[in-house]
Each structure stands twice: as structure tokens, then as C-alpha cells.
């Protein structure tokens, strides 16, 4: 990298600062939802004024404006002023175009070396209905995910909605009647909705050298499916390896991979995949490096008591009446219920179980002077009636999911995912013809390929969610948000699941504690990362586990670049200098890494750690 990239003090390494600003978005975009629910559902005399709301959502950046008027009494007056100063300069931002950092690298002679194939990650690939019955064909090729229309249709036609997006929780495939699919084309993950950038900025750099749709391909996937059936149903695989092979003939060079979040599991699974059916030589011929950025290899935390409650801290972390209107919308038990149908997004909850993630006794990632350890992932605030302490770690909640979630989910775990950690290079060796292996890293290792390069590029420095406080909710209270005759519960009832069990852990957002570090702030207890993915996953692989011949058989050349997450307060999304799990698509720093591997000067990115991860990873027991 340019070796004018500031390089920060450890001191700054402490030091977060307070920008919470995106998250300000969200909320007032959560704001419009469950502001327009309440409209809805209390008054229809207020339709009108609800017409006119839904062709303001047509603009995002408007309807935020609209928001931060329309609302005021919901949000507090200093979030408000930050609302409408962040409005405008986002505005900006997102009109800009970012072709800084390629320009430059033209200037010094860069030119298209590598064919490059994008690979997003969960929820950034849009998806639109192909469904044709008659009742349904008005949703024909529009976005249900991935596009503001996606919030007028979850608003105004909410049924209609989930009935689209879930999947049949026992194929993991569309429902009887309907047909949704992942968005073709660069624009299928340019930009989430209006104004919201994905992988723009990095299509941006990669024009400014010379790039352009011959040597772009973004691979769309539907994140819903199971890697299994994301083969099995719109051959993915086969279509990635077909544009490799293309690349190769019309250019004689080998491809780039580029995955973002878990588009990292899912480049890795290709490359097993690719390894089980066409042999590691392939590879070796074929791919000159992948670029995981933000990789979410060993998991996610977060995506624990989203697969258990349908809660995170996105969802607890919010003003108390907003969480209320939420819950009266789309109600936690809704969320898991959708959250667990997509058999996807459970190749993001955490491997390696408290081997990586600790028990009570501690976790590999707590800090020298923590007084309570993120080992315990969940912790339940003791029951009067019951003498059984609940402190589950990482396996134990596992374990929970697997002992207190509908049948077919369980089922859906069982044959196409593996969370565990393997010691055994034999054991190893023989995962490599068993798919269930293949989204995770401890249980499957690198292919044979040892001209194949790996990046690991991620931010470091945001406080991420790593652990929880639960609570067990009261059978009365329960109650007063039971639906009996919801069809989602009754699905579930029949699919032998104990109804009790479905949502009576909850996180507790009345519990904080400032006494303990690290201290729990609304039920949630903040670990080191990228603000979603914790530090463990995006970096314990890249610079010790794929160390060892085990997981590394022809001992790949992995590079570890941490991008320092300091983001420029003056921006929505941290400008150049962001290192958030998403932002940093628009790092510059980012951007330089990733052209420089396209353009055939990758072995200019240096390794650079900021983070305690080496530390960190020494202390698993691998
Ligand atoms: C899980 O994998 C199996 C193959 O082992 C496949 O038949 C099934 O559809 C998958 N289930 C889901 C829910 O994706
Ligand atoms: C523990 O150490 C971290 C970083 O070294 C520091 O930010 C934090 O304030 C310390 N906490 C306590 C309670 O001493
Ligand atoms: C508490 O634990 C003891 C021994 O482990 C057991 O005998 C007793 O029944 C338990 N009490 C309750 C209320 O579960
Ligand atoms: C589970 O739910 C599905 C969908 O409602 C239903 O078709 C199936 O019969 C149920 N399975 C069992 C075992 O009840």
C-alpha cells in the first residue's frame, strides 16, 4: 500500500468516536415504517395522507427529510439536528463519484491485468418476483428485497410480502406458487436502495483504471438458500466457474474473486465445491487470488439471537416507544420465524464453538483487564422458580437452537451445515467430499492450490456486538403478544415445536451495567470488530489458522490488511476513512488494496495489523 497511509498510534486505537450516525439512518427509516404501520392500522381516515407518504418512499433521502419533520415528537431534538445535518451532506456524498484512488493508480500506469467477479454478501443482492399467477403477477420482476419499493410493499402489503421472501422451511426453496430470484447484473448489488452504495465506489476505481462490464462480473446470488441449494436450484457454482473460464479464454489471465461479508463463505464453499468436482488444479489455473473483504469466517455473533429471538442489537438499542411500534409491526417471533427460513443466513452463525468463542472460564478475545468474559454468550438473569443457572456459551446456544427451534430447522442445520472444529488433517482431508463442511474454515481446509493468493482485508476499531443478556419471559406476559391463529405459529405448532419455547428467551434491554467490563448497555455486551462481524472472525484464520498445514495444505499466501476505521464526522457513511463492515466498500485505502490485486500488483499490499488479533488468535487452543 502507499506508504503515506497514516499509520495510527495504539492510543487511537481506544479512542471511538462518537458516530453513531448510520445508525440514526436506520432508525429513521424505522421510524417511517413503524410510523406508517401505526397510520395504517389505527385510522384509516389518515389513508391520504398515507398515499402521499408512499410516493415520497420513492426517495429515500426525501422520505428521511419528511421523517425528521413529520415525526418530531419521536425523535430527541440533538438526533434530530444530527438527522438534518447528515441529510444534507449525504445527499452529496451519495450523488459523488469516487474515482480518486484509481485515477491515481492510472496516473502511475495501472491497467486491467485480472477479469474480476464480485461475490456480495447477505442481503446486498437484490430480489425480484418471477411469480405469474394472477393474484400475484403485480409484484412481476419488481424488487422485494434491495430497493425502497421493497418498504412499500413490507409496509402496505406486508402478508403479501413475507409471503414472497420466506422460504418453505422444509425444501429451503420458494413456497408452493411463488417464485423470487436474485437480481442480474451490476445493479444487482451497486446500490442497496436510492442513494445507499454497495459496491459502487469499487466499481468506480476499477473504471477509473481501465475496467469496464467485459471484466466486471457481479455474481448475484439469492442469499435466502442454503449453499446447497444455491448449486442446486439456479446453479451458481457452475456459473461463476463458466465465467472464470471465459475470462480465461478471451483474456489468457486468471480471475480475481472479490467477496464481501459472507460472500467470503461463499467463495470459500465455491473454491471446495469447485476442488470436490473439477480437482484443485482447476484453482490453481484459474484463480490468481480471492479478496475476502469484511469476511465473516468464522461467523457471526450477532446472527445468534437473530436466529433465536429474531432480535440483535439493531433491534434493542432503539428508543423504547420505537421498539414498541417495532415489535407491534413485525414482531420479534415474525422475525425469527422469516430470519430462520432463510437457510442461507445460518452459514453466518458462529463456528468453532467455545474452542474460538470461549466458555466461562474465559474467550480467546476478552481484553487483559475484562472482569467478565465474552465466553458466555448468553446470560440469563436467574429464574425464582428454577435452580438451573443459564450461562450458555457459544455451543450452548447451539445447542438452544437446536433443542428449541421449529423441527425443520434443526433439520435444515443437520444436513447442510457444520460448526465444529477439527484437529484431524485425516478428518480434514476426508470433509473434502462432504458439503456440510465447506462454509467453515476449521472443518475444511484451503484447496491444493498454492499459486492462489488470499486477502484478508477488513476495518478494525468499531465497537461490534459479541455477547448478551437474555431473559426468559413470564407465560402471561407472552400471551399479550400471542397471535394464536397467525399462520407462521401454527406452522410451527404443527411442525412439533414446543410453541413456549419459540420466544421466551428474549434479549433483556432493561438490563445495563456499568460496573462490569465490558459493560452491558441495553442487554448487549460490545466486543472488538467491524461493527458487525467480530474481530475472531474476520481475522483469526488469516493470520494463524491458515498457518497450520491443516487447514492449509498447500500453504496459500494469506495477507491480513486491517483498515483503521476512522470515519470522517461529516458523513453519513465515514467518507474515505470508514473501516465499518460496510463503509469500508468505500474506504479509500480499501479501494487501493482491491485495484491493485485486479491490476496485477498485488504483492504491493503489505501485511498491516492494527488490532490485538495475532494475540487473540494464539490464545485458541488450535
Ligand atoms: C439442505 O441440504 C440438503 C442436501 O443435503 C438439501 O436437499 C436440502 O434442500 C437443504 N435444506 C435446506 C433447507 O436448504
Ligand atoms: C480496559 O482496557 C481498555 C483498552 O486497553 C480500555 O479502553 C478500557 O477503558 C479499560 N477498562 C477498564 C475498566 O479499565
Ligand atoms: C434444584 O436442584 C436440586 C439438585 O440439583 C434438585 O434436587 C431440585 O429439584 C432443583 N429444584 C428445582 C426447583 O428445580
Ligand atoms: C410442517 O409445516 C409444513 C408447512 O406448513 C406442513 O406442510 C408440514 O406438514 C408440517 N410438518 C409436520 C411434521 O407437521
Given at each position: 500500500?502507499?506508504p503515506?497511509?497514516?499509520?495510527?498510534?495504539p492510543?487511537?486505537?481506544?479512542a471511538?468516536?462518537?458516530?453513531p450516525v448510520l445508525?440514526?439512518a436506520l432508525?429513521?427509516l424505522a421510524?417511517?415504517?413503524a410510523g406508517v404501520?401505526?397510520?395504517v392500522s389505527r385510522d384509516m381516515?389518515?389513508m391520504r395522507n398515507?398515499r402521499?407518504?408512499m410516493?415520497?418512499?420513492d426517495?429515500p433521502?426525501?422520505a428521511?427529510?419528511l421523517t425528521?419533520?413529520?415525526?418530531?415528537?419521536l425523535?430527541?431534538?440533538?438526533?434530530r439536528?444530527?438527522?438534518?445535518?447528515?441529510?444534507?451532506?449525504?445527499?452529496?456524498?451519495?450523488?459523488t463519484?469516487d474515482?480518486q484512488v484509481?485515477?491515481?493508480?492510472a496516473r502511475?500506469g495501472?491497467?486491467?491485468?485480472h477479469?474480476?467477479v464480485l461475490?456480495?454478501?447477505i442481503?446486498?443482492?437484490?430480489?425480484e418476483?418471477?411469480?405469474?399467477?394472477?393474484?400475484e403477477?403485480?409484484?412481476?420482476r419488481r424488487r422485494?428485497?434491495?430497493?425502497t419499493?421493497?418498504?412499500?410493499s413490507a409496509?402496505?402489503?406486508k402478508?403479501?410480502w413475507v409471503k414472497?421472501?420466506?422460504?418453505d422451511?422444509?425444501?429451503?426453496?420458494d413456497?408452493?406458487g411463488i417464485?423470487v430470484?436474485?437480481?442480474q447484473?451490476l445493479?444487482?448489488a451497486?446500490y442497496?436502495a436510492?442513494?445507499y452504495?454497495?459496491?459502487?465506489k469499487i466499481?468506480?476505481?476499477l473504471?477509473?483504471v481501465?475496467?469496464?462490464t467485459?471484466r466486471?462480473h457481479?455474481?448475484g446470488y439469492?442469499?435466502r438458500?442454503s449453499?446447497?441449494?444455491?448449486?442446486?436450484?439456479?446453479?451458481?457454482?457452475t456459473r461463476?466457474?463458466?465465467?472464470v473460464?471465459?475470462?480465461?479464454?478471451?483474456y489468457?489471465?486468471?480471475t480475481v474473486?472479490?467477496?464481501?461479508?459472507?460472500?467470503?463463505?461463499?467463495a470459500?464453499y465455491?473454491?471446495?465445491w469447485?476442488e470436490?468436482?473439477h480437482?484443485?488444479?482447476?484453482?490453481?489455473?484459474?484463480?490468481?487470488?480471492?479478496v475476502?473483504?469484511s469476511?465473516t469466517?468464522?461467523?457471526?455473533p450477532?446472527a445468534?439471537?437473530a436466529?433465536?429471538?429474531?432480535?440483535?442489537r439493531d433491534?434493542?438499542?432503539?428508543?423504547?416507544?420505537?421498539a414498541n411500534?417495532?415489535?407491534r409491526?413485525?414482531?420479534?417471533?415474525e422475525?425469527a420465524?422469516l430470519?430462520r427460513?432463510?437457510?442461507g443466513s445460518?452459514s453466518?452463525l458462529?463456528k468453532g464453538?467455545?474452542?474460538?468463542?470461549g466458555n466461562?472460564n474465559g474467550a480467546?478475545?476478552?481484553m487483559d483487564?475484562a472482569t467478565?468474559?465474552h465466553?458466555?454468550?448468553?446470560e440469563?438473569?436467574?429464574q425464582?422458580?428454577?435452580n438451573?443457572?443459564r450461562?450458555l456459551s457459544a455451543?450452548?446456544?447451539?445447542?438452544w437452537?437446536r433443542?428449541?427451534?421449529?423441527?425443520?430447522?434443526?433439520?435444515m442445520?443437520q444436513?447442510?451445515?457444520?460448526?465444529?472444529?477439527?484437529r484431524?488433517?485425516?478428518q480434514?482431508?476426508k470433509?473434502?467430499a462432504?458439503h456440510?463442511k465447506?462454509?467453515n474454515?476449521?472443518?475444511?481446509?484451503?484447496?491444493?492450490?498454492?499459486h492462489?493468493?488470499l486477502?484478508?482485508?477488513y476495518?478494525y476499531?468499531?465497537?461490534?456486538?459479541?455477547?448478551?443478556w437474555?431473559?426468559e419471559?413470564?407465560?402471561?406476559d407472552?400471551?399479550?403478544?400471542?397471535n394464536?391463529d397467525?399462520?407462521?405459529l401454527t406452522?410451527?405448532l404443527?411442525?412439533?415445536s414446543n410453541p413456549?419455547?419459540l420466544?421466551?428467551s428474549?434479549i433483556?434491554?432493561?438490563?445495563?451495567?456499568g460496573?462490569?467490563?465490558?459493560a452491558?448497555?441495553?442487554?448487549v455486551?460490545?466486543?472488538?470488530g467491524?461493527g458487525?462481524?467480530s474481530l475472531l472472525?474476520?481475522?483469526?484464520?488469516?493470520?494463524?489458522?491458515w498457518?497450520?498445514?491443516?487447514?492449509?495444505p498447500a500453504n496459500?499466501q494469506?495477507i491480513?490488511?486491517?483498515?483503521?476505521?476512522?470515519?470522517?464526522?461529516?458523513d453519513?457513511r465515514g467518507?474515505g476513512s470508514s473501516g465499518?463492515?460496510i463503509?469500508i466498500?468505500?474506504?479509500?485505502?480499501?479501494n487501493?488494496?482491491v485495484?491493485?490485486?485486479?491490476v496485477?500488483?498485488?504483492?504491493?499490499?503489505?501485511e498491516?495489523?492494527?488490532s490485538?488479533i495475532?494475540?487473540?488468535a494464539q490464545?485458541?487452543?488450535?
Amino acid at each position: 500500500m502507499s506508504p503515506s497511509s497514516p499509520s495510527p498510534s495504539p492510543s487511537d486505537a481506544t479512542a471511538s468516536k462518537p458516530r453513531p450516525v448510520l445508525r440514526y439512518a436506520l432508525l429513521a427509516l424505522a421510524v417511517v415504517v413503524a410510523g406508517v404501520a401505526v397510520f395504517v392500522s389505527r385510522d384509516m381516515r389518515h389513508m391520504r395522507n398515507v398515499r402521499s407518504l408512499m410516493d415520497v418512499l420513492d426517495d429515500p433521502l426525501e422520505a428521511l427529510q419528511l421523517t425528521s419533520l413529520k415525526y418530531d415528537a419521536l425523535i430527541p431534538k440533538d438526533m434530530r439536528q444530527n438527522l438534518e445535518d447528515m441529510l444534507t451532506k449525504t445527499s452529496k456524498w451519495s450523488e459523488t463519484l469516487d474515482f480518486q484512488v484509481g485515477w491515481e493508480l492510472a496516473r502511475q500506469g495501472a491497467k486491467p491485468e485480472h477479469p474480476v467477479v464480485l461475490i456480495p454478501g447477505i442481503v446486498s443482492t437484490g430480489l425480484e418476483s418471477w411469480t405469474t399467477s394472477e393474484e400475484e403477477s403485480a409484484y412481476f420482476r419488481r424488487r422485494l428485497w434491495g430497493s425502497t419499493s421493497m418498504l412499500r410493499s413490507a409496509l402496505f402489503d406486508k402478508e403479501k410480502w413475507v409471503k414472497h421472501l420466506m422460504l418453505d422451511p422444509e425444501t429451503g426453496l420458494d413456497p408452493e406458487g411463488i417464485r423470487v430470484r436474485a437480481a442480474q447484473g451490476l445493479d444487482a448489488a451497486s446500490y442497496f436502495a436510492a442513494g445507499y452504495w454497495v459496491w459502487s465506489k469499487i466499481i468506480e476505481n476499477l473504471a477509473a483504471v481501465g475496467y469496464d462490464t467485459n471484466r466486471i462480473h457481479l455474481a448475484g446470488y439469492d442469499w435466502r438458500l442454503s449453499m446447497y441449494n444455491l448449486e442446486e436450484r439456479d446453479h451458481f457454482f457452475t456459473r461463476i466457474m463458466s465465467q472464470v473460464e471465459t475470462n480465461s479464454k478471451i483474456y489468457k489471465k486468471k480471475t480475481v474473486l472479490i467477496s464481501h461479508s459472507m460472500g467470503g463463505t461463499v467463495a470459500f464453499y465455491f473454491l471446495k465445491w469447485m476442488e470436490h468436482h473439477h480437482g484443485a488444479a482447476w484453482i490453481d489455473k484459474h484463480i490468481e487470488a480471492l479478496v475476502s473483504i469484511s469476511g465473516t469466517l468464522l461467523g457471526v455473533p450477532k446472527a445468534m439471537p437473530a436466529l433465536m429471538t429474531g432480535e440483535m442489537r439493531d433491534t434493542v438499542q432503539v428508543p423504547a416507544m420505537l421498539a414498541n411500534l417495532l415489535e407491534r409491526f413485525f414482531s420479534s417471533r415474525e422475525r425469527a420465524q422469516l430470519f430462520r427460513s432463510w437457510a442461507g443466513s445460518a452459514s453466518m452463525l458462529v463456528k468453532g464453538g467455545e474452542v474460538v468463542w470461549g466458555n466461562e472460564n474465559g474467550a480467546p478475545d476478552d481484553m487483559d483487564n475484562a472482569t467478565v468474559t465474552h465466553g458466555v454468550m448468553m446470560e440469563y438473569e436467574p429464574q425464582p422458580d428454577s435452580n438451573s443457572t443459564r450461562r450458555l456459551s457459544a455451543a450452548g446456544v447451539h445447542d438452544w437452537l437446536r433443542l428449541n427451534a421449529p423441527k425443520t430447522f434443526e433439520h435444515m442445520l443437520q444436513t447442510n451445515y457444520s460448526y465444529g472444529f477439527e484437529r484431524s488433517a485425516s478428518q480434514i482431508r476426508k470433509n473434502n467430499a462432504d458439503h456440510t463442511k465447506w462454509s467453515n474454515p476449521l472443518e475444511a481446509a484451503l484447496p491444493n492450490a498454492p499459486h492462489m493468493k488470499l486477502y484478508c482485508l477488513y476495518g478494525y476499531n468499531q465497537p461490534t456486538e459479541r455477547s448478551y443478556w437474555m431473559h426468559e419471559l413470564p407465560p402471561e406476559d407472552e400471551k399479550l403478544h400471542l397471535n394464536p391463529d397467525h399462520p407462521l405459529l401454527t406452522q410451527s405448532l404443527n411442525n412439533g415445536s414446543n410453541p413456549k419455547s419459540l420466544s421466551l428467551s428474549r434479549i433483556d434491554a432493561s438490563v445495563t451495567r456499568g460496573d462490569e467490563f465490558p459493560a452491558v448497555q441495553q442487554g448487549v455486551r460490545l466486543g472488538e470488530g467491524d461493527g458487525t462481524v467480530s474481530l475472531l472472525s474476520l481475522g483469526a484464520m488469516c493470520v494463524e489458522g491458515w498457518k497450520h498445514k491443516r487447514y492449509n495444505p498447500a500453504n496459500i499466501q494469506v495477507i491480513t490488511h486491517e483498515v483503521f476505521h476512522d470515519p470522517s464526522a461529516f458523513d453519513l457513511r465515514g467518507g474515505g476513512s470508514s473501516g465499518d463492515h460496510i463503509d469500508i466498500l468505500g474506504s479509500h485505502e480499501l479501494n487501493e488494496a482491491v485495484v491493485r490485486v485486479a491490476v496485477g500488483l498485488g504483492h504491493t499490499v503489505e501485511e498491516r495489523i492494527l488490532s490485538p488479533i495475532r494475540t487473540y488468535a494464539q490464545r485458541i487452543a488450535w
